[in-house]
């Protein structure tokens, strides 16, 4: 605790400097003045690679005799968000640093009506890059499992590319209810 008025001040001055200047390069998106889950990738490449692993996964399932995902902008846009989120803030996991998971953006993003969700992300910056993501996905376990859950019927994908030129990928899996 400062003892003078002059510690105070300075103390004060030196918290409001740095929540202004770093609070922003911290947590980018909540600063920005449009939300970048509403936007498409920003360039026509990360557009072609999420294009082209959608249709990867689904050959995949295809192989193993399940039933294609159908691609929904909504989840796209939450799929995005959170690419973009680890691209910008450098961090690697389903969780964001403030411990959201998928199903919370999920319900941030306003997607609802499903019963199953699941996740899959990757990092990478090899040259072929949805090569590597699909070929890690398909040797875990886990993530093996959500590319081939008979349950999901619909999916979303993003791709976002980090200041290193790193891509960041994330797509989500979801069931909701078919129409009979």
Do not use: C
Request: proline share 7%.
């Amino acid at each position: 605790m400062p003892t003078r008025p002059s510690h105070a001040f300075a103390f004060l001055l030196g918290f409001w400097l740095g929540l202004t200047v770093f609070l922003p390069l911290a947590a980018p998106p909540a600063f920005s003045s449009e939300d970048p889950a509403a936007r498409a990738p920003d360039d026509a490449e990360l557009a072609r690679l999420e294009a082209a692993l959608f249709e990867a996964v689904n050959r995949y399932r295809a192989e193993h005799h399940k039933i294609a995902l159908e691609r929904r902008a909504d989840v796209d846009r939450v799929a995005r968000a959170h690419s973009a989120d680890m691209a910008a803030r450098g961090y690697f996991a389903h969780e964001t640093p403030e411990g959201k998971n998928w199903v919370d953006r999920l319900r941030d993003g306003r997607v609802d009506g499903f019963a199953m969700a699941g996740e899959n992300v990757g990092v990478t910056n090899k040259p072929n890059p949805n090569d590597e993501i699909l070929r890690g996905w398909i040797h875990s376990a886990v993530h093996r499992e959500n590319l081939l859950a008979a349950p999901y019927n619909s999916t979303g994908l993003g791709v976002a590319r980090g200041p290193g030129g790193a891509l960041y990928y994330t797509q989500l899996y979801l069931t909701f209810a078919r129409d009979s």
